[in-house]
């Protein structure tokens, strides 16, 4: 049975072996040369040295040690190894958690890693996300070190509340998330997709790291077109306009919140209609679309006899909402919101081919998450990291300046 302990008097030798196990990929990725002064920096001294210096802990199978792992007082961590043999068992996952609870006790906000291209999947699989780059020369070869950071602040999140805004002589019900600092911050308003849930996976992990990084996110219930309550007909597509828009309103007019950087995310449909409210929003600095649906008038089959069938859902066509689905003008929207939004794809993609969305939003910056689907299953830690480093670096940036 493998267990996470403290790095002991006597491990440096194992450890050594663990690390010289890594060396032929670390080789075949960056040369001889960088393999060389991998080893060299991890000398039994120095290993000796960076347990007195730093957060060390090891894996061990037994009294066989197969992995490692240290927190540095900066706050990085370095050193994460596993035996060559052992790999993708899940003891990498296990060794890195051990500094991020070490990193929580000691009250640190944020963690960083510098990573080779070839860890980085494993990374961004456990929260982190790149922000920015180093560059480093061994030999002849230049190696490029991507900066990764993971924010792991435990009180940046309250419990979500429940609140309400009007729209359309109704009560709306929203779920609202709140950051530690109660001045002057931004906010995202957060859409789900046709019969989806504001609570779906994607959207509380994408809450849940928005607020930690100091933004509120609102999360509401599009009516008749939740998985909550579905209603019996296919709700106008400007219904849900008006409720977007009436729920920017009540993001504007948060206690606390910058009204001039409120931001829009939509999932699937939800991401359709945030493209059609910022088209005539020039406030809406930035847009984040997941796995956009398709042009609304695509779905013209769906309503044949006046039904559309979805998600093993039933839901009568009315003459109004088919008007309003196949009159949308998403073109011109996309058209209008080229500069200011992030498109996160999702591939393989049974609702949304990948190459069709691809050529509906060619010259957007886009980021594609292979080996997930429509809903980011398994991926949504991810595709947030990817949300949120877009709307910090291309737009929260500019508060500074």
């Known amino acids: 049975m493998v267990r996470i302990r403290k790095f002991s008097n006597g491990d440096e030798r194992a450890c050594r072996r663990v690390i010289e196990s890594n060396c032929e990929a670390v080789a075949q990725q960056c040369g001889k040369a960088v393999a060389d002064d991998l080893m060299e920096c991890n000398s039994l001294r120095r290993l000796r040295e960076k347990s007195r210096e730093s957060f060390f802990v090891v894996a061990a199978d037994g009294p066989r040690v197969i992995g490692m792992s240290r927190l540095e007082p900066n706050g990085v961590v370095g050193n994460v190894y596993v035996l060559h043999s052992k790999q993708r068992r899940g003891i990498g996952s ?3 958690h051990r500094p991020e609870n070490e990193a929580k006790q000691q009250g640190l906000n944020a963690i960083g890693a510098g990573v080779l291209s070839n860890a980085q999947n494993f990374y ?8 920015g780059k180093n560059v480093v020369r061994a030999g002849n070869k230049t190696i490029a070190i991507a900066k990764m950071t993971k924010c792991i602040a435990r009180e940046g999140v309250q419990k979500t509340a429940t609140a309400f805004f009007k729209s359309h002589d109704r009560r709306i019900r929203a779920l609202v998330d709140l950051p530690k600092e109660r001045k002057c911050f931004p906010v995202l308003v957060l859409c ?4 989806g849930h504001p609570k779906q996976k994607l959207l509380a992990i994408v809450a849940k790291r928005f607020c930690q990084a100091g933004f509120a996110v609102i999360r509401f219930f599009f009516t008749n077109a939740n998985a909550e309550k579905p209603g ?3 709700p106008p597509v400007h219904w849900h306009e008006q409720e977007l ?9 948060l ?9 829009l995310a939509g999932h699937s449909y939800g991401a359709n209609v945030c493209l059609l409210v910022a088209r005539d929003d020039p406030h809406i600095k930035a847009l984040v679309l997941f796995a956009p649906g398709r042009e609304l008038k695509e779905y013209a089959h769906l309503f044949e006899n006046g039904v559309m069938k979805l998600f093993g859902k039933a839901l009568v066509v009315t003459n109004r909402a088919r008007r309003d689905w196949l009159e949308a003008d998403l073109d011109y929207a996309v058209h209008k919101s080229r500069r200011k939004t992030f498109v996160v794809a999702a591939n393989p993609d049974d609702f949304v081919p990948l190459p069709s969305l691809q050529k509906r939003f060619a010259g957007f910056e886009t980021r594609v998450l292979k080996g997930t689907d429509h809903f980011f299953n398994g991926s949504e830690e991810k ?12 737009v929260c940036a500019k508060k500074s300046k």
Request: hydrophobic share 50%.
């Open 255 to 263: 206690q606390g919140a910058d009204a001039k950087r409120v931001f």
């Open 94 to 96: 296990a060794i890195i």
């Open 124 to 131: 961004e699989k456990h929260g982190f996300r790149k922000s």
């Open 232 to 234: 019996k007909n296919v």
């Open 192 to 195: 789900h997709g046709f019969l």
């Open 383 to 394: 595709a947030a990291a990817e949300a949120l480093l877009f709307l910090e670096k291309k």
């Open 245 to 253: 828009r009436d729920a920017l309103a009540f993001a504007r007019n």
